[in-house]
Each structure stands twice: as C-alpha cells, then as structure tokens.
C-alpha cells in the first residue's frame, strides 16, 4: 500500500467538512443516549438485586433480549441492512449486560474457532469467552455454575447433526436457553512463508474438508488432506510450513496472523452451522420460541408415528426431530424433538402432556428464543 494519499480539492474539502460536523453532532447525540441506557442498566441491576430471593439474580434475561434485538430491526430504516443494525445493538447490550453483572461463557474451543465466532455474535464482546478443549467439558463447566453459560454446536446444514451434543443432554441437567445461526464461510488461509505456487498438504478439521472436497477437487487435486482436531489447529499448524495452507474462518486468520488466498471456498454456499446456548435456568417467553425436548419410546411399530400424532392434530410446527440410539439398551431409541412455541403456552402444554402419556420418558431441555441475529 502507497503511502501518499490523494490531494483533495477544496471543494471536496469543504463537503466533507460539513457532513463531518454534521457526524459529530450525530454522535453526540447517539453517545448521551448510550449513556442514558447504560444508567438504565444499573439500575435495572439494583432492582433485579432488590426483589432476587436467590443470592445471584438472573441478570442474563434471553427472552428480553430477543424482543430489543427484534425490535431494533423493525425500526431499523436502512440503509444498514437488519443484520449490521441489530449488531450495533446486540453489543450495546453486550456492554449494558457486563455492567449488571460479568458473564462467563465457556465455548467448544481452542480459541478461532467457529463456535467462538457463535458466542460472541450471541454475547457480544463485552461478555468473558472462555474456550475449553471438548463438548463434555462444556456441559460440565455449565452444570457446575464454573460458567454462566456455554455455547455448543449441535447441526450443520451439510453435514447434518453433532452426536455428541445431543448425547451429553441426556445425562445432564443443563437447559437449552438460545440458539444462534452461523453461516459459515471457509478460506484457505497461507502465511506469510508459504509458497502458494507448491501448496502439497492442505490442514482443516475433517468436516471444513468435506464441506470444501469440490473445491479442493477443482483446484488442488494432489494436496494432501490432513484433518486435525480443529480449524484454529490447522491455522496454528502451517506457521512456519512453506508447502501447506489451512482451511479455516477469519478468525482464525486474525488469530494466526495468516491471509485468505481464496476466500468463500465452501461448496454450498448456504452453509450455516447451528449452536446452541446452555444455561442453568429456564427462560420465560419471548413471542417466538421453539422448545427441545427429549423423549424414549419402547421399540415397537409406529412408535415414532405415535409420538408424533399429537403435534399434528394441535397444528404445532416440528423444526427438527433427530433419533439417537438410548444409552439403557440395545435398540431401543431416544428421539430428539424441537417445536415452535414456548412450553408455557397452552397448547405446548396439552401437547406436553399428551406426549408424556405416550412416551416411556420425557425431558423438556429448554424452551427458548428463536435466533434472531
Ligand atoms: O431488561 C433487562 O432485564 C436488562 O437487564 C437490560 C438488558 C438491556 O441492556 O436491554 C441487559 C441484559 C439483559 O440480558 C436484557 C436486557
């Protein structure tokens, strides 16, 4: 990049001069304002205090959240599209949240990767992420109260669903109490001694390298694929090899310091991953709630037609059912249901109910906002 930057002409000059004072103005405005919610907080906070009959008051209120960040959309007049606005407010929030009270989220880690990137578009970046190195540690982190809450992956639009989430819910006491949507794009990242021309083994995580085999195909048939334990391992790997690149996202890049030689390399390009937020507690509704429950069945015929009948005939929308072999024995079939609605509303509870006749066991994980962002 040049150093030397462009004369301007005074007519320019004098137009940018006018609308910057014009930004100024604007800013001192949205900064008072900030303020202003900011004390709010605080004393939200002495409130919350004032009325808890616990020792530590849910500060933390997803439900609540959902409804500003879905408001601030629906007023949002453009021209920032309803992404980039909700953003903004999600970390003014963010930064209200951690005056309250600091969060702690533990996330699946090492540091860059993708379900770091979930839990700071859900907390924002005032909340305090804490990576741990597997799934189960996660859980536990969350049911010891060592962290407020957890971030974990559970689907991913081309490689379908995490086993070992699902199966950690069963043993624990943990609730779902959100949901956030990551699309996920993969770069082959290369640092600054590689020697693009002779690129023979390409690190990512087993899944990025299948989500990325057309491309991979297309333009480096003879590397090696080498699947290591995560994306941000294979960034941290090539540091130093002249001959490799890593597929990973940008955070990882920005971590290891590396570039994108190709970016957006994923061969579906709706390719989005599904994480989910555990917590301790239940959360109220929002108006858009989907609820998760688990439930096993004695293996007979039509025990999943059985299970199901009563969603049908009260017209609740299923958004997902996975099976899962049981842990109690040989074939016999636990079965993952995710519905829209909140478990407190009345037809969510005769469906509950219903469904609680039928089953042999039923455990309600979590009902929980839609994702929003
Ligand atoms: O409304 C509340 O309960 C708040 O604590 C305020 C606030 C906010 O900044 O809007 C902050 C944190 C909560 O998670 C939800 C909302």
Same mark, same amino acid.
């Given at each position: ?256 310091? =590396?570039?994108?030689?190709? &970016?957006?390399?994923? !061969?579906?390009?709706?390719?989005? +991953? @599904?994480?989910?937020?555990? *917590? $301790? ?26 299970? =199901?009948?009563?969603?049908? &005939?009260?017209?609740? !929308?299923?958004?997902?059912?996975? +099976? @899962?072999?049981?842990?109690? *024995? $040989? ?43």
């Amino acid at each position: 990049m040049s150093d030397k930057s462009e004369p301007i002409s005074a007519e320019e000059a004098a137009l940018l001069g006018e609308l910057r004072v014009k930004i100024d103005d604007i800013d001192q405005q949205i900064g008072d304002l900030i303020c202003a919610r900011a004390n709010c907080a605080v004393e939200v906070a002495h409130v919350k205090k004032r009325f808890s009959n616990i020792t530590e008051p849910k500060f933390y209120r997803p439900e609540r959240e959902a409804q500003v960040l879905r408001n601030a959309m629906a007023r949002n007049k453009g021209p920032l599209s309803n992404e980039e606005f909700a953003r903004l407010f999600r970390e003014i929030m963010s930064a209200c949240l951690a005056l309250e009270a600091p969060v702690k989220v533990a996330y699946l880690g090492p540091e860059g990767t993708y379900t770091q990137q979930a839990a700071l578009k859900h907390f924002g970046h005032s909340a305090q992420a804490v990576s741990l190195p597997a799934i189960d540690e996660v859980f536990r982190e969350v049911a010891s109260g060592a962290a407020h809450y957890g971030v974990v992956p559970v689907e991913n639009s081309t490689e379908g669903v995490v086993t070992h989430t699902l199966d950690n819910f069963l043993g624990s006491s943990v609730k779902i109490c959100g949901e956030v949507v990551l699309r996920i794009h993969h770069h082959l990242l290369v640092s600054d001694v590689t020697h693009v021309q002779n690129i023979s083994r390409i690190y990512s995580h087993a899944q990025s390298l299948a989500q990325c085999r057309k491309w991979l195909d297309a333009h480096y048939p003879r590397a090696e694929r080498i699947a290591v334990s995560s994306n941000a391992e294979a960034a941290r790997r090539i540091k130093g090899e002249w001959n490799s690149a890593a597929i990973a996202g940008a955070m990882a890049a920005d971590l290891y310091g =590396l570039t994108s030689h190709a &970016q957006n390399i994923e !061969d579906q390009p709706d390719n989005s +991953t @599904r994480f989910l937020i555990i *917590g $301790a507690e239940s959360v109220g509704a929002s108006g858009e709630d989907k609820t998760s429950i688990v439930v096993s069945m004695k293996n007979e015929p039509g025990a999943l037609h059985n299970l =199901l009948e009563p969603f049908h &005939q009260h017209g609740i !929308d299923l958004t997902r059912v996975e +099976t @899962r072999p049981s842990p109690t *024995g $040989a074939w016999n079939y636990v079965f993952f249901i995710d519905f829209a609605g909140h478990a407190s509303e009345p037809v969510a509870k005769k469906v509950l109910e219903e469904v609680g006749r039928r089953a042999s066991d039923l455990k309600i994980l979590g009902s929980y906002p839609k994702g929003v962002l």
